[in-house]
């Protein structure tokens, strides 16, 4: 199979043929959401019906095409229904479904291929069938490992919704509130360091990395019991607008982890996988973690994830009860193994770093001609570009960040909101030519929306 199979199903996108959402979208979802609760914004804000996808291409029940730059949302990384992946699943959908964590032929090639693309000795695995799942099981994990129960996360960081995971992450947010008095006992967050808007900076104006561990060694001292288990941190943040931190921040988060007996726990579930560039984010860095989470582009839309631990604590994983109903079926297997793959063979990863430096390239140009984009950020297919009211002031631009999501997704581009950041997680099959289709798409609606403000 050419890995070019996707080029097929994306000729002539994107193509809108009703107003959008058109009218079949609107009655489907008027009769889901009488029953319906609960649903994300992105939906809210463009309540749109998919009714087919392949490769970068989403079809809605209109028949209008869209070109897709969310993959779900960072999930179908290596295109809708790739037609290896769908096969594997189907394979094993018609011979085995589940037969909970007994081994099985799958089982075994996936995991001998996971630790082999794994850095370092991480090669102490369970699996599950959600990101956050897998979090709560590292965070168990890491209870046991050095019988701490304290946990330090970062402002902007999102690690799922169970109670350990919300407890990692801001509690109140946009649309999101959480009912009740405080985190889980034993949760702190501390700020981590965004280029664009440092907390802490050198006499220069750069931002200050050393500052950042200073601080947490103050943290712990004066806020903790001195009993933390691990920091847990997502190694770019996904949910908070695709913030990098600077280069040196891991490499010295490392070694003060080291210092202090805390486990780093890596959760990888967005940026892992290939979406950087790497097969994990933190391979950036250099930068071996004690504990990692897979999830999103690990089964490219099939729900598989990973909890992962380094070969020391691999006993750990024996005293937690770490295994699940669903957690590594053979379909999940089959999906994941495939997922890993067709990242080797058809070069992902070398797509991923050709097409994402063109797409930064771009949007540095972006961000010198218009008034309203203050920063630019990303790696890989990981990408965000931050919208202000006023480069100086660098005051978020919420109100324009809705708009550009709706106008562009009313021209064709499927993709994420984020507040005054603009999302994007296109699939890592992705070339040029597509690239620049929808960042052309995204700049024509930041251009209107300027307008309408009366900027230009
Ligand atoms: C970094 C990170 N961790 C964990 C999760 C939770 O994953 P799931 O939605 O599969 O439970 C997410 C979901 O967006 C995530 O971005």
């Given at each position: 199979m050419s890995k070019d199979w996707w080029k097929e199903t994306a000729?002539?996108?994107?193509?809108?043929?009703?107003?959008?959402?058109?009218p079949e979208s609107k009655r489907i979802n008027e009769r889901t959401n009488r029953y319906m609760r609960g649903i994300s914004s992105q939906v809210k804000l463009f309540p749109v019906a998919f009714e087919e996808g392949s490769g970068i291409t989403l079809t809605d029940v209109d028949g209008n095409r869209y070109l897709d730059f969310s993959s779900g949302i960072y999930v179908t990384s290596l295109g809708h229904c790739h037609p290896k992946i769908s096969e594997a699943i189907a394979k094993w959908a018609n011979?085995?479904?589940?037969?909970?964590d007994f081994a099985t032929p799958v089982k075994e090639k996936l995991l001998e291929k996971m630790v082999k693309v794994l850095?370092?000795?991480?090669?102490s695995v369970q699996f599950y069938s959600d990101g956050t799942s897998a979090v709560e099981a590292g965070i168990r994990a890491a209870r046991a490992i050095g019988n701490h129960h304290e946990f330090i996360s970062c402002f902007r960081d999102f690690h799922g919704k169970s109670m350990a995971a919300v407890s990692c992450?801001?509690?109140?947010r946009g649309d999101v509130y959480s009912y009740g008095?405080?985190?889980?006992?034993g949760f702190y967050m501390v700020p981590r360091p965004d280029p664009y808007r440092p907390l802490f900076k050198k006499e220069d104006g750069t931002i200050d990395t050393d500052a950042y561990i200073n601080f947490y060694e103050d943290f712990i001292r004066e806020s903790?019991?001195?009993?933390v288990a691990a920091f847990v941190?997502?190694?770019?943040q996904g949910w908070g607008g695709s913030i990098f931190p600077p280069e040196d921040f891991f490499p010295k988060l490392r070694k003060f982890c080291d210092d202090k007996g805390i486990l780093l726990f890596d959760?990888?579930?967005?940026?892992?996988?290939?979406?950087?560039?790497?097969?994990?984010?933190m391979n950036h860095w250099d930068v071996v973690p004690d504990i990692i989470t897979l999830g999103k582009s690990f089964g490219n839309g099939f729900p598989v994830t990973a909890m992962v631990v380094k070969e020391e604590y691999a006993e750990v994983l024996d005293k937690i009860?770490?295994?699940?109903?669903?957690?590594?079926?053979p379909m999940a297997c089959a999906a994941a193994l495939a997922s890993i793959e067709v990242i080797e063979e058809e070069q992902i990863l070398e797509n991923v770093r050709r097409v994402g430096a063109h797409f930064m390239k771009r949007m540095e140009k972006m961000k010198a001609d218009h008034?309203?984009?203050g920063d630019v950020k990303g790696k890989g297919f990981l990408l965000g570009i931050e919208l202000v009211k006023d480069k100086a002031t660098k005051e978020p631009f919420e109100e324009a960040g809705k708009l550009v999501y709706q106008k562009a997704f009313r021209k064709g581009l499927a993709w994420i909101p984020a507040g005054h950041i603009l999302r994007m997680s296109p699939p890592?099959?992705?070339d040029e030519k597509y690239a620049d289709m929808g960042l052309d798409i995204i700049e024509e609606s930041i251009a209107e929306v300027e307008k309408e403000f009366g900027y230009k």
């Open positions: 000729k002539g996108i994107p193509q809108i043929i009703t107003e959008t959402p058109g011979k085995l479904m589940n037969c909970h850095p370092g000795n991480l090669n992450a801001q509690m109140v008095p405080t985190r889980a006992t903790t019991v001195g009993n941190l997502e190694p770019a959760d990888e579930v967005l940026a892992g996988m290939g979406r950087t560039g790497e097969w994990l984010c009860s770490a295994s699940s109903s669903y957690g590594g079926n008034p309203i984009i890592l099959i992705m």
